[in-house]
Structures are given as C-alpha cells and as structure tokens.
C-alpha cells in the first residue's frame, strides 16, 4: 500500500549468513532486483534505507546476518523535458528497452537550442506513466546517440538495470552497428581500416578532428558496396568505437567526406567534375550527411537473448541513390 506521501511501503530484506560482510549496497540492489548499485546508495544516503529499524547511511556497511533492512522507493519525479506527441518508429519494445529507428533532423535529447521537439520528449510522450525512468526520474536511459541529420537504428533502455547493462556493452565495444554512407571518391583499398584518435579541432572547437594529442583512440571497419560515376562510393561502416562524429571524421580525414556533410565537407570536391549533371545536382543538393544507421545488434539485457534489427535507408536516401544512378531501387542498395 502506498503512503500519503506517494512512497511504496517499504521493501523488508532479510540477510542470511552467505551474504554476511558483503557491502550494503551491493546486497540491497541484488535482492531487489529492478534498482541499481549506484540508485541504492543514492537512497541510502538520502535516508531511505534502514537496518532493523535504524536509518543505515553508508553503502559500504557490511551485511549482517539475520537482520532485517527495508527500503523506501520514492515515486519517479518528472524530469525537465515535457512529454510530447511526436509519432516514433517502434521496431521492438517491452518493460527493459525500446529499439526505434530516429529519422534525420530530430535531435536525441533537450539541449540549449533544441529544449523540446527531441527524441526524449517523443518518449516521454509514448510511454507516459509506464515508464519506470532512471535514477528516481520519470525519463528515458539513452545510451547512445545519433547525430541529428543521421538517420537509423537506437536503443532505449526504459530502467537503471537496462541502462547500466547496454552502456556497459557499449563501453567493450559489444554492440554490433553498421551504417550506410555515401562517401566522395573511390576509398583505397576499398575494403579496410581507418584509425585515429578523434578530439576537438583545436582550430574550430565546433568540429571533431583526428589529433595527436589529446583526443580518443577511434577505430571504423568499411566496405564498398558500389561505386557511383567513379565519383562516389556506396560504403558499409561498422563502428569498433562510438566516438562523435566518427564516420564523418575519419572518411574526411582520408580525403573522403561525406554526400552532403554540411561540417566536414567544406568544398566541391575534385570527384564531382566527373558526375553527369543530373547525379552533380542531387549529390550537391542534398541537405544532410548521408549516413544511415542500418543494423543494431546486442544482448538483451533482461532475457540474455540475441536482438538483431535491420533497417533500409530512408526514403530521402533512397531518393538521392535514385537521381543519382537514374535507377529505381529498393530499401537494400546492390552489393558489388
């Protein structure tokens, strides 16, 4: 039964001698099963936990055997971002995660410039109450982003266990994506490597750049698909590091930016004067990066079972493979 004050009764634990001298925290969060390590010291420290009645504030406290602690989860506050009616591309959903497919021009989270109109606001308006949120906050965990006019595949975590779990996966490079690009000029070899620790430009603190000093290790794994005019590359790139604006620093680095990449593509390059006109107009009038987050694969955090989603590029990329080749073509591009 919940209290006047909206805090669920408290949860009563009790500790059996194999959990004896463990710390606090970590017991409490194991036995409770839905709440993390990092939120179970949050509420021991606000007061929320007690030990055979007396208030226990010290994660690190060892366990006693025998005794009995209770646990005061207080209700999910709203966070900052508003709940809005933004329709989304829902691809798999249940009570641990989310999987969407992000169209190009909505900004992942509320920021200075972009405080509404985000992907979390369309979240907060989907799931509404249902959402269990993170760290004592109505809100969904986002554990990795796209860039605004980069198109594809996201997962969501909708509770603290999930978000731990992904943003772990993350960080050992477990998760599996590849994304679709439309590079200027034929990469040499056309399969292989780009390394190169990505940082700020220390000349433009608005761009990423590759740099000596300084900056992250980043490593991206690409392929050709085809090759378009002998002027641009149809490329598959699967990401061994997340690290900002990857792609499109490391194809612009090796001379090869991207279609349309309004940061790192800062002239016409030399490959244009061999593109007819038709291709010339639709690949310099295309108003975003050509990249597509087109696969997305990981361990389900809860059932420990493989996820695998896949998605065609969108229907302005599709449009742009069009005019440029003046074939029609599907959602998979031609492999070569």
């Known amino acids: 039964m919940d209290r006047p004050d909206g805090i669920v009764a408290p949860l009563a634990l009790s500790a059996s001698p194999e959990h004896a001298g463990e710390r606090t925290d970590r017991f409490l969060a194991g036995a409770i099963g839905t709440t993390s390590r ?3 010291k949050a509420l021991m420290q606000a007061g929320h936990v007690r030990r055979d009645g007396i208030v226990l504030r010290d994660p690190a406290d060892p366990v006693r055997a025998g005794a009995t602690y209770s646990v ?5 506050v709203a966070a900052d971002p508003q709940a809005e009616a933004i329709a989304l591309d829902i691809l ?3 009570d641990s995660l989310i999987v969407l497919d992000k169209p ?3 900004v992942v989270h509320p920021a200075p410039g972009n405080q509404d109109g985000t992907l979390v606001n369309a979240l907060l308006g989907h ?15 986002i554990v ?9 595949l996201m997962v969501v975590a909708k509770t603290e266990l999930a978000l731990a779990a992904l943003s772990a996966d993350f960080a050992a490079r477990r998760i599996e994506r590849s994304y679709l690009a439309l590079c200027w000029g034929l990469p040499s070899p056309p399969d292989g490597t780009i390394e190169g620790a990505i940082g700020r430009d220390p000349r433009d603190r608005k761009r990423m750049a590759v740099v000596t000093h300084g900056g992250k290790w980043a490593l991206t794994h690409y392929r050709t698909l ?3 005019h002998a002027s641009l590359s149809l490329i598959d790139c699967r990401l061994a590091t997340g690290r900002t604006h990857q792609i499109r620093v490391h194809l612009a680095q090796n001379g ?3 279609v349309g990449d309004p940061v790192y593509l800062r002239r016409t390059p030399a490959a244009a004067r061999k593109l007819p006109e038709h291709a010339l107009l639709a690949a310099l009038g295309f108003p975003r990066q050509a990249l597509h987050a087109r696969s997305l694969g990981f361990i389900h955090p809860a059932t420990q079972q493989a996820m695998q989603f896949d998605s065609g590029p969108p229907p302005d990329f599709s449009a742009l493979l069009e005019n440029i080749t003046g074939i029609s073509r599907g959602t998979e591009p031609a492999s070569t």
């Open 92 to 94: 798999f959903e249940d």
């Open 144 to 152: 990795h982003r796209l860039d605004k006019d980069t198109s594809g």
């Open 256 to 258: 090869h930016p991207l």
């Open 104 to 106: 190009a021009g909505l």
């Open 72 to 76: 005061e989860i207080p209700p999910a």
């Open 226 to 228: 085809q090759v378009l």
């Open 38 to 40: 990092s939120r179970v």
């Open 127 to 141: 799931c509404g109450d249902t959402l269990p949120g993170i760290g004592g906050e109505r809100r969904p965990g």
